[in-house]
């Protein structure tokens, strides 16, 4: 049984001193370095872990809160166009309804909404064309994009089972919705490789949902909350939650603080060696300590060259905000974080039930030349062979006119069929795996769920998501993944 100490006065007296100092444990740690059982992972180092050699080292996760619509995106469809205004029935393809998967890949729960399926035929709200040497098709609302897909690989059979937005949840963590709560993808990654660098944390989230429902989407689940994504600000005054030293006071001071406590720390552990829990708090204090000194430089853009910043749009009021996020995720795997999760615009904005065309292509014109950017500045720098970038969303938007409350211009939830697309280490460009029907409603040849992506990621690190258990603990029985081969390189 482990030993436990009972609380003294002196050990009151030392919280309320670590608060005071700015060094308060909720602060500097932010939950991100104790086991459940008080044993500290985060300083494990890569050479250990994994179970097949590795092809990447670090992850930048761009996530469009809302669901892109994949038919104006990455997946035009003529056809939309062509039968506009009819419904399905009045076309020579089948009715979506009619196919055996339709019910078989979409579950269909009491209590939850079922979207409509929306029988007259929506037209695409933007032209497209070829790209590059592949040929790949997008529309032209992606212009600087477009000149990347040569580097890119297209997944356009993708589904999932959420017709709400818990399919943000989905996406990132697999889990259906009645399912029993799962880690995200970016705390399996911590948990499965440990970290690059202790200075940093390992899964930090830039932007995020707001809505209380969607923030399991960089939760660690039943793996312990030191996996959590670390929600991290692009001020770097104050980059991490309740972590800022307090006014007034220098780094040197915060420096000499800190060695006290930790001397303080050591006598703790000499006396009660059989403490987990305090060594699982000593090793907190220090990492978070490591964390309030190092963070903040990453975030230092201004030491960026004015051509760097340029090429991730600072220089442009409409680009700026999400080309600071994906500035500061290259900063952030370079200097060994291993998972970044994005969020480059507001909560749910790409939710276009009304008004689709001015929606995105406003919102596409935010993140194309950002993204784009990121993609050449990997490269430039060294970092494409070691760096995986997905780029996704929680699902497409229906080929059928939304008509609820008397809308005439916008699509609605769309979980048979969308796209996302990846780039990077260990990955093919200029492909495009997959597809959808010539409406663009079902995923066909079986279609991609959405831990295919996972599987997919793991594999490249090295970790099999086959064996990615913990025990007594229930992970999904089905839809682990199966890694999407033929984008591998």
Not at 66 to 74: A, I, K, N, Q, R
Not at 231 to 238: E, G, I
Request: glycine residues 10%; proline residues 6%.
């Amino acid at each position: 049984m482990m030993y436990r100490q009972s609380p003294r006065c002196d050990q009151v007296h030392r919280r309320s001193f670590l608060a005071d100092t700015g060094l308060g444990f909720a602060g500097l740690a932010l939950g991100a370095t104790l086991h459940r059982d008080g044993i500290v992972r985060a300083g494990q180092k890569t050479s250990s872990l994994g179970h097949v050699p590795p092809k990447a080292k670090s992850v930048i996760w761009i996530f469009l809160s809302g669901g892109y619509s994949h038919v104006e995106t990455f997946d035009p469809k003529p056809a939309l166009t062509k039968y506009a205004g009819k419904t399905f029935s009045e076309t020579p393809f089948p009715h979506p309804q009619d196919n055996p998967v339709f019910e078989k890949r979409f579950r269909s729960i009491a209590a939850t909404e079922d979207r409509d399926v929306y029988k007259k035929i929506y037209p695409m709200q933007v032209g497209f064309r070829k790209h590059g040497r592949s040929g790949i098709e997008i529309t032209n609302w992606w212009p600087h994009l477009a000149t990347c897909v040569d580097d890119i690989a297209f997944v356009r059979s993708m589904y999932t089972t959420d017709s709400n937005h818990d399919a943000e949840n989905q996406i990132h963590n697999g889990r259906h919705r009645l399912d029993p709560d799962q880690p995200s993808i970016g705390s399996w990654i911590h948990y499965g490789l440990g970290s690059l660098n202790d200075n940093f944390p390992q899964f930090i989230v830039l932007g995020g949902p707001t809505r209380a429902d969607t923030r399991k989407s960089f939760g660690s689940a039943y793996l312990g909350t030191q996996y959590d994504g670390i929600p991290l600000s692009t001020d770097p005054s104050q980059p991490l939650l309740y972590g800022r030293r307090p006014n007034g006071m220098l780094a040197a001071e915060q420096r000499n603080q800190y060695k006290l406590i930790d001397k303080l720390n050591q006598l703790s552990s000499a006396t009660h060696p059989r403490d987990q829990q305090l060594q699982a708090r000593i090793r907190a204090y220090s990492l978070a300590f490591r964390m309030q000194m190092a963070v903040p430089e990453a975030l230092e853009l201004s030491s960026e060259t004015a051509a760097t910043s340029k090429l991730y749009g600072l220089d442009q009021d409409h680009t700026r905000t999400a080309g600071q996020k994906l500035l500061l995720a290259r900063r952030l795997i370079e200097r060994g974080t291993r998972f970044v999760q994005i969020y480059p615009q507001p909560y749910g904005k790409w939710d276009s039930h009304r008004a689709l065309k001015t929606n995105h292509a406003t919102l596409s014109a935010e993140v194309d030349l950002p993204v784009a950017g990121l993609l050449k500045d990997l490269k430039r720098r060294g970092l494409w062979n070691e760096t995986i970038v997905v780029f996704c969303t929680e699902f497409g938007r229906t080929p059928g006119k939304e008509t609820r409350g008397g809308g005439d211009d916008g699509r609605d939830h769309h979980p048979h069929g969308f796209t996302i697309w990846m780039a990077g280490a260990g990955l093919r460009g200029g492909v495009v795996h997959g597809g959808t029907d010539e409406l663009g409603f079902h995923a066909l040849d079986g279609g991609n769920y959405v831990t295919d992506v996972h599987a997919t990621v793991l594999h490249l690190l090295g970790l099999d998501p086959q064996r990615l258990d913990i025990p007594g603990q229930k992970r999904l029985d089905i839809d682990r993944g199966s890694v999407i081969k033929s984008i591998l390189a």
